[in-house]
């Protein structure tokens, strides 16, 4: 880590729960359209060039918890993906994220089960919707605490940092869940958005 009075300033991200319906917007749009820009970029200003990004894939078997949440039985199979994100300048990602994806879902299409395709011009969103699932709600839990060691290194948090951990779980049009989502936000950088839109009377 970083002494702290020779800390660089980082770069921000405003995540905005919007992000969900531009997401979406995107999933049937041309695959030149999706390629252009993802989600970080939407969320920091920059450029897909100014990133560097890495996804691993495995197989895992649904703990009960996760199985409890996808209404799966215990043990079915669960294809997780990690995901790091950083700005090519600095050498901590934006966000430490794991993805679960109840495997039987999405084997249809084999291009899902294999991380050298990512990344996926288009997101989950795109991804789903090429197997026929067309995300209906988003939901986000979030809570904050102080870092693990592992955290602390890996996000490179100045001292006394938190660490916002949100739990977003994607539903489809069915009412079942189709994506988990367990993401650790670096409390020094990151902003959350939330715009609620009131109907009128």
Same mark, same amino acid.
């Given at each position: 880590m970083i002494a702290d009075?020779?800390?660089?300033?980082?770069?921000?991200? =405003? $995540?905005?729960?919007?992000?969900?319906?531009?997401?979406?917007?995107?999933a049937r749009r041309p695959l030149a359209t999706r390629a252009a820009t993802g989600a970080t970029e939407h969320e920091t200003g920059l450029e897909p060039r100014d990133l560097v990004f890495h996804a691993r894939y495995r197989e895992v078997a649904a703990p009960p918890e996760l199985a409890a949440r996808f209404r799966v039985p215990d043990g079915t199979p669960l294809l997780e993906r990690t995901?790091?994100?950083?700005?090519?300048?600095?050498?901590?990602p934006f966000s430490l994220v794991t993805s679960?994806? =109840? $495997?039987?879902?999405i084997a249809a299409n084999p291009e899902l089960l294999d991380d050298s395709r990512e990344p996926w011009p288009g997101g989950t969103q795109n991804q789903l919707y090429t197997v026929g699932i067309e995300v209906d709600r988003v939901e986000e839990r979030i809570t904050a605490r102080p870092p693990t060691p592992e955290e602390t290194r890996e996000l490179d948090l100045p001292p006394g940092a938190s660490v916002i951990l949100l739990?977003?779980?994607?539903?489809?049009i069915t009412d079942r869940a189709v994506e988990i989502c367990e993401v650790t936000l670096p409390g020094d950088r990151t902003e959350l958005l939330f715009t609620t839109s009131l109907e009128r009377w």
């Open positions: 009075d020779l800390r660089r300033p980082r770069t921000p991200m =405003v $995540r905005d729960n919007h992000r969900h319906q531009w997401e979406k917007d995107r995901y790091r994100t950083r700005c090519s300048t600095e050498s901590a679960y994806l =109840v $495997r039987y879902m739990r977003k779980t994607s539903y489809d």
